[in-house]
């Protein structure tokens, strides 16, 4: 989840690449009704379903009413996502990377009953909301990502991770400076109106409350970086959990190795 433009589709490749590496099974899944070119291979796309450019086209409708339109019309098929994620094996990483209209997230709840009904079919969620680190190098601009971030948490309430993405495009003081924050409170307010800067005091304490908004920092150049995040979904799913624990057979044993 995300802006339009936040690096979702980047995230969804940079960690089925590293998934591949390791041996795992992953597959991403296109829930944008208006996506056009992937970097990735789809395991299976909505425009498969339904596409917002027909829709726009037959209903004179603007890209926004299309792609709720789309995704609307997805929540009266929910059949056809089940047919497609029941597919895929009980070990199998599935990625959704869904639409960048952010009212799907914070208050219209479309999103939220897609995600009930999944849960419904006993699949593990979590949902990783990713934000521009060059977006939020704007201190202001990052009190924006948290209240967005915040406002999908409460909306889909699912185990949630927060994703700075394109941290190597910025300095590693510019990162710091954003990752180092305690509180929101610490953000310099802009001037100007005093009522409009009482205003951004009182968001900054809302964000402070819930003490719920951190951010994990995505360098797609950094391996260690991509890991963080692979293990902090897995953590939030608990992922692999149930595996068995395999025991080496003695002829896999090196010389002068025990089995335990």
């Given at each position: 989840?995300?802006?339009?433009?936040?690096?979702?589709?980047?995230?969804?490749?940079?960690?089925?690449?590293?998934?591949?590496?390791?041996?795992?099974?992953?597959?991403?899944?296109?829930?944008?009704?208006?996506?056009?070119?992937?970097?990735?291979?789809?395991?299976?796309?909505?425009?498969?379903?339904?596409?917002?450019?027909?829709?726009?086209?037959?209903?004179?409708?603007?890209?926004?009413?299309?792609?709720?339109?789309?995704?609307?019309?997805?929540?009266?098929?929910?059949?056809?996502?089940?047919?497609?994620?029941?597919?895929?094996?009980?070990?199998?990483?599935?990625?959704?990377?869904?639409?960048?209209?952010?009212?799907?997230?914070?208050?219209?709840?479309?999103?939220?009953?897609?995600?009930?009904?999944?849960?419904?079919?006993?699949?593990?969620?979590?949902?990783?909301?990713?934000?521009?680190?060059?977006?939020?190098?704007?201190?202001?601009k990052f009190i924006s990502g948290c209240m967005l971030s915040l406002s999908a948490m409460l909306q889909l309430e699912l185990p949630h991770?927060?994703?700075?993405?394109?941290?190597?495009?910025?300095?590693?003081?510019q990162l710091n400076g954003i990752l180092d924050l305690t509180s929101a409170a610490e953000v310099p307010l802009s001037g100007g109106n005093?009522?409009?800067?009482?205003?951004?005091?009182?968001?900054?304490?809302?964000?402070?409350?819930?003490?719920?908004?951190?951010?994990?920092?995505?360098?797609?150049?950094?391996?260690?970086?991509?890991?963080?995040?692979?293990?902090h979904a897995d953590h939030c799913m608990q992922f692999g959990e149930d595996a068995d624990v395999k025991i080496a057979a003695d002829d896999?044993?090196?010389?002068?190795?025990?089995?335990?």
């Amino acid at each position: 989840m995300g802006p339009a433009g936040s690096g979702k589709s980047t995230y969804c490749s940079t960690l089925a690449e590293h998934c591949s590496a390791l041996d795992r099974q992953v597959h991403i899944c296109n829930l944008d009704p208006a996506a056009e070119n992937f970097n990735y291979d789809v395991a299976f796309d909505i425009r498969d379903l339904i596409n917002v450019d027909e829709v726009m086209d037959e209903l004179e409708l603007g890209p926004n009413g299309g792609l709720l339109y789309c995704m609307e019309y997805l929540l009266e098929n929910m059949e056809w996502l089940k047919d497609n994620m029941d597919g895929f094996g009980d070990e199998d990483y599935l990625i959704l990377d869904c639409p960048g209209q952010i009212e799907l997230y914070t208050h219209i709840p479309i999103m939220r009953r897609i995600v009930d009904q999944i849960k419904n079919w006993n699949f593990n969620m979590c949902g990783v909301f990713v934000v521009d680190a060059t977006f939020c190098c704007d201190m202001p601009k990052f009190i924006s990502g948290c209240m967005l971030s915040l406002s999908a948490m409460l909306q889909l309430e699912l185990p949630h991770l927060n994703v700075l993405s394109k941290c190597d495009l910025i300095s590693e003081d510019q990162l710091n400076g954003i990752l180092d924050l305690t509180s929101a409170a610490e953000v310099p307010l802009s001037g100007g109106n005093p009522r409009l800067n009482r205003l951004t005091s009182r968001i900054c304490e809302l964000i402070d409350d819930y003490s719920q908004v951190s951010f994990l920092p995505l360098n797609i150049n950094d391996e260690d970086s991509i890991n963080l995040i692979l293990s902090h979904a897995d953590h939030c799913m608990q992922f692999g959990e149930d595996a068995d624990v395999k025991i080496a057979a003695d002829d896999e044993l090196g010389e002068g190795e025990e089995e335990y």
